[in-house]
T-cell receptor, first 112, second 111 residues
Framework: QKEVEQNSGPLSVPEGAIASLNCTYS??????FFWYRQYSGKSPELIMS????GDKEDGRFTAQLNKASQYVSLLIRDSQPSDSATYLC????????????FGSGTRLQVQP | SQTIHQWPATLVQPVGSPLSLECTVE??????LYWYRQAAGRGLQLLFY??????ISSEVPQNLSASRPQDRQFILSSKKLLLSDSGFYLC??????????FGSGTRLTVV
């Protein structure tokens, strides 16, 4: 079993729709969770972080965390073509040495 | 504010040639630093991480090495490149929140 599982996609949604990106993780010690967006040919950039169960909203983005189910998701409302990218899920074990483990990412395509 | 610099942006090197990629961080002290590699269409592979000067941990045995000669400088090296070393190399540092900030990356093509 991979430490972090993400559907590789591509996930295709029409412009204006809600994109739902899912991630499961195996390490129950994970405390914090991060979502990164990576445009083709660019480095990953941090877009959301969530530390406790429930939802966290930031603009068009909502992160959802369920530690009991070891599941974290990212919702993108009113999807735009500029949201087309690969989204990486990264659980963290804390601020120690090798804190983050990255999933392979889900490629999102927003169709105009 | 903290920034991370990585260079060069692109590099084309022949097989068997040496490699040196440099990463520097500004605006923070004693950061945890990381080198990742991303092959085309693949996920991030952790290569090395460092918690301080001269302290390097290797995650994957290969013909690459890393050094940290100064607190905010992290260098990735190879004595002889292989074709399989081609990829997108990323330096990152970890923030107090636990998230990582990545440099802009170096795209290495070994020919």
């Amino acid at each position: 079993q991979k430490e972090v599982e993400q559907n590789s996609g591509p996930l295709s949604v029409p412009e204006g729709a809600i994109a739902s990106l899912n991630c499961t993780y195996s390490d129950r010690v994970s405390q914090s969770f991060f979502w990164y967006r990576q445009y083709s040919g660019k480095s990953p950039e941090l877009i959301m972080s969530i530390y406790s169960n429930g939802d966290k909203e930031d603009g068009r983005f909502t992160a959802q965390l369920n530690k009991a189910s070891q599941y974290v998701s990212l919702l993108i409302r009113d999807s735009q073509p500029s949201d087309s990218a690969t989204y990486l899920c990264a659980p963290s074990r804390g601020t120690g040495r090798r804190a983050l483990t990255f999933g392979s990412g889900t490629r999102l395509q927003v169709q105009p | 504010s903290q920034t991370i610099h990585q260079w060069p942006a692109t590099l084309v090197q022949p097989v068997g040639s040496p490699l040196s990629l440099e990463c520097t961080v500004e605006g923070t002290s004693n950061p945890n630093l990381y080198w990742y590699r991303q092959a085309a269409g693949r996920g991030l592979q952790l290569l090395f991480y460092s918690v301080g000067i001269g302290q390097i941990s290797s995650e994957v045995p290969q013909n690459l090495s890393a050094s940290r000669p100064q607190d905010r400088q992290f260098i990735l090296s190879s004595k002889k490149l292989l074709l399989s070393d081609s990829g997108f190399y990323l330096c990152a540092w970890s923030e107090e929140t636990g998230g990582y900030t990545f440099g802009s990356g170096t795209r290495l093509t070994v020919v």
